[in-house]
């Protein structure tokens, strides 16, 4: 079933149209929505809603954009809603235990492990809006134009907002990850 | 293209969504502006670093079970009668906006028929009770006055060691016409004795 016709199957209400929705973008949902709130129970509560949401307004979906888009877009009111009722972000225990690798006798993978945590510390710091460009941007891999439609805001502001946030990040992080240290377009700027 | 150029586009040019000729351009640029080249480097791996830490990190997540039961069975799911509601909705965001300005402008031209008929009423009686033939000053409106108000009155009397009080009230009540063109209201005062 290709996205056309999955989207007439759920505006006529079929149930195996819906099953087939949460099959092919349930687990990238969660994925995306653990990303941008860092809580594995919050994040499966904004999927539920996002696919409720979704079923409900089926019928204003104008297909201009991939069901994912759609659905994302959906996901990204609803965390931005989480995030404004409960004014901070609350990661739990269970992402420490998540982002880092189990012990390995390989030096290499114990690196990635403690990089990982860096950077997942680094991320829960920023704040919503660099998060979600931060996402956006090198987890859905989205254009800046994408990212602007996908928003409702300018690529100038994107732009600037990733700016910003590589900025962040690259005071959060640690010396060692100079992936965010000294380079984009800042080292432009300062020559 | 220099680097201010290069920085307004650099993004765009990680992304590879430039036109041809500024593709070109940039490309131009960075063979001589190794700022800029290691710039777009770090960048790249930037990008490949947080796509694989981001992905690694969360691939083993899955939708739990009751969560998917619940988007499944979910009465919001099945039992919502779309087209009802649809319908409803499609209905209000077509005709909300005219429908509320008819019934603006009909409540508007009810108040001032209103306003037009109780005028005329209201002069054609006292058109009808205060016009005298010949004499323009009762014209206006006379304005009946009646007030009334209550006096106590306290008696004693003695009926061997006791002391009786009575207690009774003398309501007198005044009316008269007030009328715009300067007569004196005529007093007319009437009084009953309401013994309590």
């Given amino acids: ?191 | 293209m220099n680097c201010r150029r290069f920085q307004n586009r650099f993004y765009e040019y990680v992304e590879g969504s430039l036109s041809d000729d500024t593709q070109a351009a940039a490309n131009e640029h960075l063979a001589r502006c190794s700022a800029c080249r290691q710039a777009v480097a770090q960048e790249q791996q930037r990008a490949q670093f947080l796509f694989d830490r981001l992905r690694q990190d969360t691939e083993t997540l899955a939708l739990r079970p009751e969560v998917r039961r619940r988007i499944l069975t979910s009465p919001k799911c099945k039992s919502v009668p779309r087209a009802s509601l649809e319908s409803i909705i499609g209905l209000w965001n077509r005709f909300a906006r005219s429908a509320t300005i008819a019934v603006s402008l009909l409540l508007f031209a009810a108040f001032l028929l209103i306003s037009h008929l109780s005028g005329t009423r209201i002069r054609e009686t006292i058109h009808e009770t205060e016009t005298a033939p010949g004499d323009d000053r009762n014209l206006q409106p006379a304005i009946s006055i009646q007030i009334s108000y209550r006096v106590p009155t306290f008696k004693f009397r003695r009926e061997g060691n006791l002391v009786v009080d009575t207690l009774s009230y003398e309501t007198v009540v005044a009316s008269g016409t007030l009328r715009p063109g300067g007569q004196e209201p005529v007093p007319q005062e009437q009084a009953t004795k309401t013994p309590l």
């Fill in chain 1, 1 to 191: 079933m290709d996205e056309e016709q999955l989207i007439a199957a759920l505006k006529g209400q079929d149930p195996g149209a819906v099953r087939e929705l949460v099959d092919s973008c349930g687990d990238r949902l969660l994925r995306s929505a653990f990303s941008l709130c860092g809580n594995e129970t919050e994040a499966q509560d904004i999927v539920q809603d996002t696919f409720l949401q979704a079923i409900r307004s089926v019928h204003r979906f104008q297909g201009r954009c991939a069901v994912y888009t759609w659905l994302h877009a959906i996901l990204l009111n609803l965390t931005r809603h989480y995030h404004r009722d409960r004014k901070r972000i609350v990661y739990d225990d269970e992402l420490a235990d998540r982002e880092v690798s189990p012990p390995d006798e390989n030096p290499g993978a114990l690196d990635a492990g403690t990089a990982s945590s860096a950077l997942w510390q680094a991320l829960r710091q920023l704040s919503a809006a660099h998060r979600e460009v931060i996402v956006l941007r090198y987890y859905e891999e989205m254009k800046i134009h994408e990212i602007a439609t996908h928003l409702g805001i300018s690529k100038g502001t994107v732009k600037s907002r990733l700016h910003y946030a590589i900025g962040e990040m690259q005071k959060l992080l640690p010396g060692e990850l100079n992936l965010f240290g000294g380079g984009g377009t800042e080292e432009i700027q300062k020559q």
